[in-house]
């Protein structure tokens, strides 16, 4: 009975043993043809991508992180790609748009846009239409579909590029078309025109702050030019008119006249200003994607408001860390405490500084002001460690925003523990205890028999 059972128990162990290495043996030998086909050889049309006048196009395939993406699909299949030469991409490309396509947010526009210029197939010169105005689509790698026609014996791609290098690169597993402009899909241009809103905003070149009569609040006019030998003549409101005041450009507030300004066109073109003026292109990008915000500061200016915007430049806002910006709300709160609801110019606030030695501002972050003070010839924001100097001054004035550069991001100065008094410090105040008079003749009796109270 031992011997069977044995037996039985040898001779499952030894059939388990030959199915684990079958098994084995089936898994080496697939994974071996994946880790040789998964190889680039030296001969692929992608390091020819590398090596050629198309070296722009490869940074961009770089930058787009789609690297891995097209060594698995040369793998699987011949690829087609439609690539423009460095010159078009250097020289031709809108250096806004191409801003936009390197920003790291906008990764999946670059993405779709590379990925537009690449066929999953083989597609040489002799696959073209071959028929007048004939159209064949194919599908690329972005899922999008691409135009292939003949136009007068010339191939267009896209219905808008023309192929001016037929079949210029050719590999065993692609070839490469040289085209002569850069295609870009509808989805990346909604979404930089999404992104910059430039269809509906107006440039304005910075100019000076006109100048109001501060007895009239109307703007002065410009004297007419004399001739040449003529003097200098001084107009009467200028000769009785006293010096500038601190704000030029009192707001009317509530109850007065509505609707005589055009706010919201106004803060597109301070936007715009900040875009052609340069160095401030983060501080309108928050602008521009906080709708509410921008919404807002039109309505205070259609109802007559004025405002002063304390516009940190780029390298300010990129010193801003996650926490600061991962509250709820947190960009908006930094805005509001940017704004004065006060039309300030350099010289005005240089004056006042000058005149006052430290000067409090309102914001629209309330209740908390921004505390202003002369310092090594500027004008000097904030306090401790939280300040910013003015550095690029009359950015943008118009008569009702006033936009002034800094080198500094603002925030509030919260109460320490230091500054707190405590219960420990708070002075006692002794009082002297009075007796009830019921007491005092109590005292009095036991004084006469000889006791003390």
Request: charged share 20%; aromatic share 6%.
């Amino acid at each position: 009975m031992d011997s069977k059972i044995y037996g039985v128990l040898l001779t499952s162990i030894i059939l388990f043993n030959f199915f684990i290495s079958i098994n084995a043996n089936a898994l080496q030998q697939q994974r071996t043809p994946k880790s040789s086909s998964s190889q680039i050889s030296s001969n692929s049309v992608l390091v020819a991508l590398l090596d050629s006048r198309y070296t722009e196009l490869s940074e961009l395939v770089e930058k787009a992180l789609l690297l891995q993406t097209l060594e698995q699909a040369v793998t699987h299949h011949n690829i087609t790609i439609f690539a423009p030469n460095n010159e078009v991409l250097q020289q031709q490309l809108d250096p806004v748009f191409k801003r936009f396509l390197l920003e790291p947010r906008n990764l999946k526009s670059l993405q779709n846009l590379v990925l537009h210029h690449i066929l999953p197939g083989r597609v040489g010169s002799k696959d073209w239409p071959r028929v007048q105005d004939a159209v064949h689509h194919h599908k690329t790698l972005s899922d999008n579909y691409l135009q292939l026609t003949k136009n007068s014996g010339k191939r267009i791609v896209g219905g808008v590029a023309r192929v001016v290098r037929p079949d210029d690169v050719i590999r065993p597993d692609g070839l490469i078309h040289g085209i002569e402009r850069l295609l870009v899909p509808q989805s990346v241009q909604e979404d930089f025109n999404r992104r910059r809103n430039l269809g509906s905003i107006s440039a304005v070149l910075p100019e000076g702050a006109p100048v109001v009569d501060p007895r009239t609040h109307r703007l002065r006019k410009s004297a007419s030019p004399a001739p040449a030998v003529a003097p200098p003549v001084l107009p009467v409101y200028d000769a009785l008119a006293p010096g500038p005041s601190l704000a030029p450009a009192p707001a009317p507030g509530p109850g007065g006249a509505h609707r005589h300004f055009d706010g919201e066109s106004q803060v597109k073109d301070f936007i715009h200003t900040l875009l052609h003026y340069g160095g401030y292109n983060e501080l309108a990008d928050i602008l521009v994607n906080l709708t509410a915000l921008a919404t807002e500061m039109g309505k205070l200016v259609s109802e007559g408001y004025v405002l002063t915007v304390l516009a940190p430049n780029d390298e300010a806002m990129a010193k801003l860390t996650a926490d600061q910006l991962s509250d709820p709300g947190a960009p908006e709160q930094i805005m509001y405490y940017h704004i004065i609801p006060e039309y300030q110019t350099e010289e005005s606030m240089y004056n006042s500084v000058r005149r006052f030695g430290k000067v409090q501002y309102d914001t629209l972050r309330l209740p908390h002001k921004v505390v202003a003070e002369e310092a090594d010839g500027s004008v000097k924001f904030g306090q401790r460690e939280e300040s910013a100097y003015l550095i690029d001054p009359d950015i943008y004035t118009d008569g009702r925003i006033s936009v002034q550069g800094i080198d500094g991001v603002l925030f509030p100065i919260t109460p320490t523990k230091d500054t707190e008094v405590s219960p420990a410090m708070t002075p006692k105040i002794l009082t002297k205890q009075r007796r009830g008079k019921l007491m005092e003749v109590g005292c009095i009796i036991a004084g006469a028999f000889g006791h003390s109270c």
